[in-house]
Structures are given as structure tokens and as C-alpha cells.
């Protein structure tokens, strides 16, 4: 009997001994399990991505958006031209230009209906999407922020259905001007746009050969300049005549003989907070008669 409860000791020692043997082995086993995947992991093509998309909130509506690897949100800058970056320098430093690296071409993780490529400007090897220059913003703290829309009425969030730039190809991509449907005083009307979608204004004391808006005025109403030898060219069939004209400008675009404006008081496409300001400026529409047949009332429709 008294050997029997000695022995009893002896043999939980023993269980002991071969369960913490056990245990031993298994987290040998499970340490190399782990490390497996990670000596095994692969980086994805996706991975060297330079653009991506995400979903985040513009102007209170869910938007499918472009956005750098890092996954801040792209913008595009409305005052650049087909071969040169406006915002370089200070600009720059808020607005830090999307720039490929490498020789290939820049490349998206999920696919896109229109076309990544780059271009060589004072910032480097731009970015750009649909002949757009890609850019950050500073002020976007980070991932799925959008704090520069519509700022200055020239910076916009760039989405995969950005209309091509004026440094695309084919005769609708390299149009200067679209049509698309606005509010114009509480009436859903078919207006004319530029290539951004941003509406266009006419100014009412325009002469046919002569822009009454320049310098200060022109900041703030950018006169649509053609770039080029050809004529300006519609998305869409219009009724009327695009022409382009030297102003003090530049190269400035007419519709029926009304010289065409934007307004950096619009946040973005559809916006038409500049009509019938100082009751001079007015909304650009398809059907808008040619300068020497405007009417009394100087509308023009």
C-alpha cells in the first residue's frame, strides 16, 4: 500500500513531464506554420499600383473616386493645359503632383474605362487620367477625405468618369465643349459646359471682336481659350457655330458669336451660381442666338 502511494507522484510526474514535451512541440511546429506564409508571400501586381479607387463622400453624396496607393483622394486642376502642369512650386507643396517612377506605363489595381498615362512637367513624371494631371491635397488628413473640391472653383475630385482633357485623342475626347442638363433659375435647361463639365457663360457687354472681361475680371470669370490650330470642336451637335477669336486672353472660344466664360464661383460641374449676375452674365445654352440678333433684354435666348 505504501508503495502504491509513492509510486502515484511519480507517475503525474511522468504525465507532466511527456504533456509539457507535447506542448513544447507544438509551438515548435506552430512557429514555423507561421513564419511559412510570410517567407511565401508574394507582392501582388496590384500592389505597384499607382492610382486605386475608393468610395468616399463629395458635397454629401457617395462617390467612386480615384486615389493614390496610399489611398488619399486624386484631384484635377482645371487651369492646366494639355502640355503643362499650372501648379508648380508653393502649389505644388499643397498640392503634391501623383508622379510615376520607373519606365512603364503608370498602371491602376482595379480597372478603369479611360486611359493612365504620364507626362514630363516641371514637377516630373506626371500622372495623369484621361489627359487630366493628377494631384493630392495637403489639407486631406488622410484616406477617403475630399477637402479640396471645388476649391478656388478650379481643384475637383477626380473620378473614373472624368471627361477626357483637351490632350486626348479622337474627336470627342479633345472637344472643348459639352452639352449637359443644369438648374438655371429653378428650370432644368440644356446648357453648354467646357471639357470638365463646368458651365459656360456668355457677357452680355462683349463685342463681336472685343472681350470686355479681362485682367481681375478674367480671374474670376477664366475666359475657355482653344488650344491649336483647328476650330473649336462639340461633343454633341450644336445648332450655332463654334469659332475662336484673338482677344486680349488669348485665343478665346465664341458660341454664335458670345464669347465664352466659366466662373470660379462654381463648385463644380452643374453649378450655375453665376447667372444673371450684375445682369450681365448669363448661362451659355444651345439655342443661344448669334450677337447681332440678341434681344432687347440682352439674354441672347
Known amino acids: 500500500m505504501m508503495y502504491f502511494r509513492r509510486t502515484i507522484p511519480l507517475t503525474i510526474i511522468l504525465l507532466l513531464a511527456i504533456a509539457l514535451a507535447a506542448c513544447g512541440s507544438s509551438t515548435s511546429t506552430g512557429s514555423s506554420s507561421n513564419s511559412t506564409p510570410t517567407a511565401a508571400a508574394t507582392t501582388p501586381s496590384s500592389s505597384t ?158 463685342t463681336a471682336t472685343t472681350s470686355a472681361c479681362t485682367g481681375a475680371c478674367a480671374q474670376n470669370w477664366p475666359p475657355l481659350m482653344a488650344t491649336g490650330s483647328g476650330a473649336p470642336t462639340s461633343a454633341t451637335p450644336l445648332s450655332g457655330k463654334l469659332t475662336s477669336l484673338t482677344t486680349a486672353n488669348g485665343n478665346q472660344v465664341a458660341y454664335n458669336g458670345h464669347m465664352l466664360y466659366t466662373f470660379a464661383g462654381d463648385s463644380g460641374p452643374g453649378q450655375t451660381a453665376g447667372e444673371g449676375l450684375l445682369g450681365k452674365w448669363f448661362v451659355a445654352t444651345p439655342g443661344l442666338t448669334s450677337l447681332g440678333s440678341v434681344s432687347p433684354n440682352g439674354y441672347g435666348y
Do not use: R
Open 49 to 206: 499600383a499607382l492610382v486605386k479607387t475608393s468610395t468616399a463622400t463629395v458635397k454629401g453624396k457617395s462617390e467612386t473616386i480615384l486615389t493614390d496607393a496610399q489611398g488619399k483622394t486624386l484631384y484635377y486642376f482645371t487651369p492646366d493645359t494639355a502640355t503643362t502642369t499650372a501648379c508648380t512650386g508653393t502649389c505644388a507643396q499643397n498640392w503634391p503632383p501623383l508622379v510615376a517612377t520607373g519606365s512603364g506605363a503608370p498602371t491602376s489595381a482595379t480597372t478603369l474605362p479611360s486611359k493612365l498615362t504620364s507626362l514630363t512637367t516641371a514637377n516630373g513624371n506626371q500622372v495623369e487620367y484621361n489627359g487630366h494631371l493628377l494631384y493630392t491635397f495637403a489639407g486631406d488628413s488622410g484616406p477617403g477625405k475630399t477637402a479640396g473640391e471645388g476649391l478656388f472653383g478650379k481643384w475637383f475630385v477626380c473620378t473614373p468618369e472624368l471627361a477626357a482633357g483637351n490632350n486626348t485623342s479622337g474627336s470627342s475626347s479633345s472637344a472643348l465643349v459639352k452639352t449637359a442638363t443644369a438648374m438655371v433659375k429653378g428650370k432644368s435647361e440644356t446648357i453648354l459646359t467646357d471639357a470638365q463639365g463646368k458651365t459656360l457663360y456668355y457677357f452680355t457687354p462683349d
